[in-house]
């Protein structure tokens, strides 16, 4: 009798200690993952269409493991298991591409997509994207100032920038892609190529994606602080929270930098003086939620900014912009909808942005003060607006995405002093239809695919546009991978607002008579993988119809016009070594000529402006354990800033930086804190991007990040 009562205590007991497990899976972005196969002690359980689950009897100190094809293998003790497991994207190479395979709805049909993660703790988008590309960034590296993202050959306007799918240029202009915070960021996709088949026009030069965080655990809390050169001082909180169904992210930042860095000045190179009046003070808001039901998934975005900026001008004009300044704000409202039907998704994506600004140059001394080409006081508004509709089926061998989208822009200048000088409101409708449609085979140890896509668009006072695009591919695979790959496409850019209808001042006027640039483009490829090491050769060769250029006219005004024909080329070498597991090193090589091949242009064959003969970019990155160091030096060549080329006065020099970073987690209890520091311009260079806009020497920042984890 008293054997049979230990035997029943012993198994009510452990009964009592026993779990049984509820939980739901999903990917990085919140979505449920289904047939994910979950096992522990010789069971196994699969996941449901919701990504829901359930395990009985069970004991704390079991080992369970998540394992599905795309997604990396996780093993969680039971006694961990929270409301939610994320399984993170498995980054695989797939004939030639590097991609994260959720992400393929959006940006599936280029040759060529890098995958960016990144954890930073503080910072801005053009920071990510200057110590993990070769790509240039035009601008000062430092908070608050403008920074543009150039594929190598072509302009600022030409790269499409885009959150979470959804376009953030204005039409014809570039993106200040600093106004994206780091802390918001969970990778990048850099896309390399001519792209208006997927994104519409602007993209010709290739497009930037950038995804934003969700929540991922229960509730977390982080507190940042960020001090260094120039009286930079940052501070910024994040709050999150997500269960099997809803999840909260939200980020606030206060920035603020003196810029106040020194430079050699044009008229007397044996002394220094300092940038004044550059203060800068930014805030910054972003709030993302979602919610995952039985009807699907939406969520919603908002990214907020309000800023004041001083913008004293080139350094041969200080006295004609002192203590000029830029206010306003900028709010940018996204809303996304999906759900699936057996293997089909379908999606719709809602967008509006607003930007206000009033720029104030009034503070001027005699005899500026009574100029009305400069004493100006006038607001900027744009506003953009736009619905996308669209379906997707994938299958192992068969992709398809198709739909439309529709986009509303306007446009108004108010000068508060000089009224004529004042643009009543333009706008400009597009309305857009696509499709994207890819072919893979595999016959061991071969593969081939072939990828097409095709977009037509509709847009006020401009002809109708047909984009499209083409990319065969070729790869064997054994013990080394080889890649073959190319395509063939055009693409457009449409002119911005300011490029037709600036009135002008004594410096500047725009052109109403300007016709869409356009392009013919094809690149090839060839890639060597061995052991995780690769080496990658490309030629890209585009020809570029009616490019706008801005150039001094008879009248010594700055004015934007068509050249009649432009040639682009690029060779770009790419080595990439991983020799020892914490050791990663990658150099680029990029060669790059842009010429004139207007014939009835007097500077027919001469050099585009401001585009870089070649640029060399390594990163040596060393990650042990919680420690992660980053050393990364740059070599950008010389590049014109006129187009008449006759002497090599307007020739400005090469110049090379180096950059170090590096950080440290310590984890304690529920705690993480990452100490962090970053050096710019170690040799202390002193140069030029843009004449008479001087760059600044050696800088650095300290970043202390403090994280709360339930």
Do not use: C
Request: no cysteine; hydrophobic share 35%; proline share 3%.
């Amino acid at each position: 009798m008293r054997t049979k009562i230990i035997v029943i205590l012993l198994f009510v007991t452990m009964k009592l200690i026993s779990l049984n497990i509820t939980s739901r899976i999903v990917n990085v972005d919140g979505e449920p993952i289904k047939n994910v196969i979950i096992t522990v002690n010789n069971k196994a359980v699969i996941s449901q269409e919701n990504g829901n689950f359930k395990i009985m009897d069970v004991s704390e100190e079991d080992e369970i493991n998540f394992h599905k094809i795309t997604y990396k293998d996780i093993i969680l003790l039971a006694g961990n298991i929270k409301e939610t497991v994320v399984l993170k994207d498995d980054i695989i190479t797939i004939e030639g591409l590097r991609i994260i395979e959720q992400r393929k709805r959006e940006l599936i049909g280029s040759s060529e997509i890098v995958v960016i993660k990144t954890n930073n703790n503080s910072g801005s988008a053009a920071d990510i994207l200057r110590d993990n590309t070769d790509l240039q960034i035009s601008g000062m590296p430092l908070t608050g100032e403008e920074q543009k993202i150039i594929f190598p050959g072509y302009k600022a306007r030409h790269t499409l920038v885009m959150l979470d799918g959804i376009p953030l240029n204005k039409s014809g202009t570039a993106f200040d892609i600093s106004t994206i915070p780091a802390e918001i960021i969970e990778s990048i996709e850099v896309v390399k190529g001519s792209s208006s088949s997927i994104g519409g026009g602007g993209s010709m030069g290739g497009i930037i994606n950038i995804n934003t965080k969700r929540a991922k655990d229960k509730y977390v809390t982080s507190f940042s602080h960020t001090f260094g050169s120039f009286g930079l001082d940052k501070h910024s909180i994040t709050l999150s929270a997500a269960n099997s169904k809803f999840q909260f992210y939200t980020f606030i930042r206060k920035s603020f930098a003196r810029n106040n860095f020194e430079y050699i000045p044009a008229d007397d190179p044996d002394t220094l003086r300092t940038r004044d009046y550059n203060d800068k003070s930014i805030y910054d808001a972003n709030i993302s939620i979602g919610y995952s039901g039985a009807f699907g998934m939406i969520s919603y975005k908002l990214l907020f900014q309000d800023f004041f900026k001083k913008l004293p001008g080139n350094i041969e004009s200080l006295e004609e912009y002192k203590n000029s300044r830029l206010s306003g704000q900028s709010q940018k409202h996204i809303v996304n909808y999906s759900t699936k039907l057996d293997d089909y998704k379908f999606k719709t994506d809602l967008h509006y942005s607003l930007d206000e600004a009033l720029y104030d140059n009034t503070r001027l001394d005699f005899p500026w003060s009574g100029n009305m080409f400069l004493a100006t006081l006038a607001k900027n508004r744009q506003l953009s607006r736009g619905i996308k509709v669209y379906t997707e089926f994938v299958s192992d061998i068969f992709y398809i995405d198709w739909g439309g989208d529709y986009r509303y822009e306007n446009f108004k200048y108010t000068d508060l002093n000089y009224p004529t000088q004042s643009i009543e409101k333009v706008f400009r409708e597009n309305y857009a239809v696509f499709g994207k449609t890819k072919l893979l085979k595999k016959h061991f140890p071969y593969s081939t695919s072939l990828v097409g896509s095709v977009r037509w668009d509709n847009t006020t006072d401009f002809k109708d546009h047909t984009s499209w695009k083409l990319e065969p591919e070729f790869s064997y695979e054994n013990y080394l991978k080889i890649y073959f790959s190319g395509n063939v496409a055009n693409g457009y850019t449409l002119p911005s607002y300011y490029s037709l209808f600036w009135k002008g001042d004594s410096h500047v006027s725009g052109n109403p008579d300007l016709k869409p640039e356009s392009s013919l483009s094809w690149q090839i490829f060839s890639k060597l993988e061995i052991w995780n090491n690769s080496f990658k050769v490309t030629y890209r060769y585009d020809y570029i119809d009616d490019l706008i250029i801005w150039d001094i006219n008879s009248f010594g005004k700055w004015m934007p016009r068509n050249l009649s024909s432009a040639e682009v080329e690029n060779w770009d070498f790419e080595l990439d070594l991983h020799p020892l597991e914490f050791l990663d090193f990658k150099t680029n090589f990029t060669r790059s000529t842009a010429i004139n091949k207007s014939k009835d242009n007097p500077n027919y064959g001469n050099k585009i402006i401001y585009t870089p003969d070649y640029s060399l970019d390594t990163t040596l990155r060393i990650k042990v354990q919680k420690f992660q160091g980053i050393i990364n030096y740059k070599l950008t060549g010389e590049q014109w800033s006129n187009s008449f080329q006759a002497t090599n006065e307007h020739q400005l020099p090469a110049y090379d930086l180096l950059n170090a970073s590096s950080q440290y987690s310590i984890e304690w209890k529920d705690f993480k804190f990452t100490p962090a520091i970053r050096i710019n311009n170690i040799f202390n260079k002193l140069y030029e991007i843009y004449v008479h806009i001087p760059q600044p020497g050696l800088n650095w920042e300290m970043n202390l990040g403090i994280e709360y984890k339930i």
